[in-house]
């Protein structure tokens, strides 16, 4: 089955950039989306289809696919940007859902 | 606004059975496709189960297939979960989500979820 890896925690001071990568055999191919999750709170999803904003996701956050490497850049990150963040596909030989093991946004 | 309000979940033995509901409203409920996603205490997010818009065609994840049981009613505007033979490891923190399109490729938004813990 299809597999997305991500780094268990990535941590960047305030003002700067942060990036949050998952990995997956040639997921440039695939749609990639991604969801932020606050303790406590359900899943929201921050960008769909590699780098499209839902309404009310400031532009600060934007999104690439390429290759084996989706990327989520979260510029000048706050402090309420805190959070677990998930990239996901559809894997269409399995017909299944596919969820990366999420990382840890940690600002300093 | 979308609103999507899972129940049922509660504490059952290894074995057991339970039937979680998601009440949905704000959306065109027979026109979206619908998800089960699970997180387990202090862990990811697990995709469980998804079913399309007209209940043409459901999908499972392999750690459920055989054993949970997604349904739908589009006339009361609820998705379902029928779970049995539960496991230790089926314990966590049960979400309903709808899909973008009829399809099942992109959950979109997300209920709070209902907790199910299996336990003797």
């Known amino acids: 089955s299809y597999v997305l890896t991500q780094p268990p925690s990535v941590s960047v001071a305030p003002g700067q950039t942060a990036r949050i990568t998952c990995g997956g055999n040639?997921?440039?191919?695939?749609?990639v989306h991604w969801y932020r999750q606050k303790p406590g709170q359900a899943p929201l999803l921050v960008i769909y289809?590699?780098?499209d904003r839902p309404s009310g996701i400031p532009e600060r956050f934007s999104g690439s696919n390429s290759g084996n490497t989706a990327t989520l850049t979260i510029s000048r990150v706050e402090a309420g940007d805190e959070a677990d963040y998930y990239c996901?596909?559809?894997?269409?030989?399995?017909?299944?859902?596919?969820f990366g093991g999420g990382t840890k946004l940690t600002v300093l | 606004q979308v609103q999507l309000v899972e129940s049922g979940g509660g504490v059952v033995q290894p074995g057991g059975s339970l039937r979680l509901s998601c009440a949905a409203s704000?959306?065109?409920?027979?026109?979206?496709?619908m998800h089960w996603v699970r997180q387990a205490p202090g862990k990811g997010l697990e995709w469980v189960a998804a079913?399309?818009?007209?209940?043409?065609?459901?999908y499972y994840a392999d750690s459920v297939k055989g054993r949970f049981t997604i349904s739908r009613d589009n006339f009361k505007d609820t998705l379902f979960l029928e779970i049995n033979s539960l496991r230790a490891a089926d314990t966590g923190l049960y979400y309903c989500?709808?899909?973008?399109?009829?399809?099942?490729?992109?959950?979109?938004?997300w209920g709070q979820g209902t907790l199910v813990t299996v336990s003797s």
């Open positions: 989500a709808k899909d973008e399109t009829t399809f099942v490729t992109l959950p979109d938004y």
């Open positions: 704000g959306f065109t409920f027979s026109g979206h496709g």
């Open positions: 079913i399309q818009n007209d209940e043409r065609n459901k």
């Open positions: 040639s997921v440039g191919s695939k749609s």
């Open positions: 289809y590699d780098t």
């Open positions: 996901q596909v559809w894997d269409s030989s399995s017909d299944h859902v596919v």
